[in-house]
């Protein structure tokens, strides 16, 4: 509605109109809370002239350069701290592969699978030693039984010889018939005879004394041993079996120590997975600095051709206007796109950074798991221990061997000391027989001495038979008991020099179990040390991560400057004509960019105005780094939804008073955070009111 | 030990590549543009050359015609890693005499295997 300026109401409602006019650009620019239909960041946009936006652009340019150059320091800092992660993770790593060498590898082996090999030896040996003694009972009892047979021979042997005596009484009564000397003769014959005879008994009746003495104390020794064997069996099996259990719990400590180890090395790759992954998102900064530096260079153009124009003349200049309009328009495109880029390395930039922190976060609890190993390691020293008492028990069956062959020993003697006298005895008996027969031969009327000393023979031979038997059987006996001797001296001397193997051994695995025990404690102290270092280098890094904040704050700014800038530019310059100087310089912005990203935002942000309308930007065939590929902005919404109130300056047309444009130029969309189209149009409608 | 040559205006990508190439053994000398390159390169005997393609003064396109001009380096691995992802980048890139093409962003495993195997190392 529009009043004439000639009458004295058209005057009063100009005066209306402009002070309206100056209250509503006041409160556009004081923004959103008092004018809620002001955009924030473009009120004050297009009250802007040319040579204010030609400033802008250096300031804006200068920004963005600095904004660039502010990520690749803090990029370069924070690679620095990525690195030092990585080196510490290095650390961590080395710490990890010496405590897995130390619990799961060749170290364990040396030390626990040595204590146990240890143990079975001497378990070995002491159930050897429970042979011997299993062998000795036997033999024993063998020896009882033959000693039992031995008397009965030694009863028989008397009872052989009992009747020699009447048979040498005889032989004196029939002697004292004959002549004196013939009578001395068989009388000195009868008593050597009886003599020796009596010797035989009186002989034998001591070495079986001596042989039931020595059996006695072999007994008793068996006995005492056969208790003790209980106890030690006993004792072993529950020393064996604790020394087993004890070793049992350290390599279970030892192995879920290993795997707390192997979560903290698998934990470790992830973290370096993570780390590659923010470096890689780090790299954007390379792409993002050339396309900046190429929308510097675009923005030193535009400011050419602002400073070209004087502020009187600018608005009429539309080349100038339709160049700043497209040259703005493609800016917008490139500074969204840089920041698009951007957001998206600051998003893998902070969820790899969040995923550090978790990862340290998991791998201080696996390294508290590894720490689990500090006590359960004392079970060490307790193996030791076992191992100790094995020791002890198995010396203690080497000298039980030795003793039982000490009281084996005057058995042995008894045994072929009794043999030998008895077959002597025999012998003599046999000897005094002959002589007997043969003086019976000698003598005159000797026939009745003749038999009587052929008795005699007969009765020597038979007990020559059967002492010649009992010697037989304490032969076998001898040498049963010398076999046993022969076996146990040769377990002695293994057993003996087994202790003596298993003595050092054992002082080997003590020291191994020791410094086992010594290491695993130093190693874990200095995993979790490194850890907890780690953990808090990695929170040193994220304290010095501002760049996601920055480039959210520098987009929004940036992306508001061209915008308004587009805004601005549109007041003269959507209508392009392709063919015109303008557009050619536009143009020649495109052979500028050295990236092919770059050409087809170019090619994209000027396609709406040279294509058929309806057409549509293909936003995937803006070609991106493979892992930061997105859709290129689309390019909707008309420049009206954006345009505020401007200060016209002298001779300029009125907002009001302009065009209407027949197709309008394509300015990208909000993004929806800031987008308010209410608040837009209502403002719209209102600066059209006027 | 293998000497290596890394040529990228941006300080972060050198720092990148420094760092990676030295864990995994390499001794590296880095130039900020073409022209410091053939410097360095010039100066110094490198085994494998590590370049970019859009630096201010001269490019990595450039850097690599010159140096195959020098006899010490016209079989001296030359590996550009670029932005630029396009076939003609890539053919420009083979014929101006280079051995590899690698896309940023590139990730440290893939560069030194790269290497090794242009070194006849693996």
Partial sequence: MRWPSNTKLGEKAGRLQQAIRAFLNVCCRLGPPVWPFAKSGKSAAPELKAGDWSHRLEEEKRFLLSLVRGIETEFLASGDGLMRLAQQLNGIQKECQSLTDLTLGQTQDAAVQFAFQLLKKSEDLVLASYEQYDHVFATFNELQQRLAQLSKQHDELMRVLLPLNFITMSFRIEASRHPMEVQQAFFTLADNVNRTVNEVRSTLERQFDELAASERIARSLMEQISASIQQHRKEVTATLESSRNHLRALSEALTSSGAGVTDLSQLNQTVTRHIGGIVMAQQCQDITRQRIEHVGEAMDEMRIHLGDARPATFASNSENHQFIFRAAQIQLHQVQNVFDQLNRAADSLKSG???????????????????????????????????????????????????????????????????????????????????????????????????????????????????????????????????????????????????????????????????????????????????????????????????????????????????????????????????????????????????????????????????????????????????????????????????????????????ADLPKRETAPPVPTLPPAEKNPAASEELGENVELF | MTRVLIIDDSSLTREFHSHILKDAGFICVTAADGMEGLEKATAEKFHIILTDINMQGMDGYEFIRRARQNPDYDEVPIIIISTEAKELDRQKGFSAGANLYLVKPTDAKRIVESMKMLLGTR
């Fill in chain 1, 353 to 655: 950074i969040q995923s550090l922190r978790t990862e340290a976060g998991a791998a201080a609890e696996a390294a508290v798991k590894v720490g689990g190993t500090t006590l359960d390691a004392k079970v060490a020293s307790q193996c030791q221990a076992g191992i100790g008492q094995i020791l002890g028990i198995v010396k203690q069956a080497v000298q039980k061997i030795a003793d039982i062959i000490a009281a084996f020993e005057p058995l042995q003697a008894s045994f072929v000391d009794c043999t030998s006298k008895a077959t002597a005895l025999a012998r003599d008996v046999r000897h005094a027989g002959l002589n007997a027969q043969v003086f019976a031969i000698h003598a005159p009327d000797g026939a009745t001495l003749e038999v009587l000393a052929g008795r005699m023979r007969v009765i020597s031979e038979e007990a020559i038979q059967q002492v010649g038997q009992m010697g037989a059987a304490l032969s076998h006996t001898t040498e049963m008991v010398n076999n046993l001797r022969q076996r146990l001296e040769d377990f002695k001397l293994l057993g003996e020099a087994e202790q003596e193997i298993l003595t050092d051994e054992s002082a080997l695995s003590q020291k191994k179990l020791s410094d086992l025990e010594v290491a695993i404690p130093v190693l874990i102290r200095r995993v979790t040390q490194q850890q907890g270092t780690f953990a808090q280098s990695v929170e040193e890094v994220l304290a010095n991560v501002q760049f996601p904040v920055t480039v959210a704050e520098a987009s929004s700014r940036s992306i508001g400057f061209f915008r308004n800038l587009v805004a601005w530019g549109s007041e003269g310059g959507s209508g392009l004509v392709v063919e015109s100087p303008a557009s050619q310089k536009i143009d020649l912005l495109q052979s500028k960019y050295t990236m092919e990203s770059e050409r087809l935002a170019h090619a994209a942000a000027l396609e709406p105005v040279l294509a058929p309308a309806g057409a549509t930007v293909d936003g995937s065939s803006i070609e991106m780094f493979d892992d930061f590929t997105s859709p290129a902005p689309t390019i909707a919404g008309t420049p009206g939804e954006i345009v505020p109130p401007i200060e016209r300056s002298e001779g300029q047309p009125r907002l």
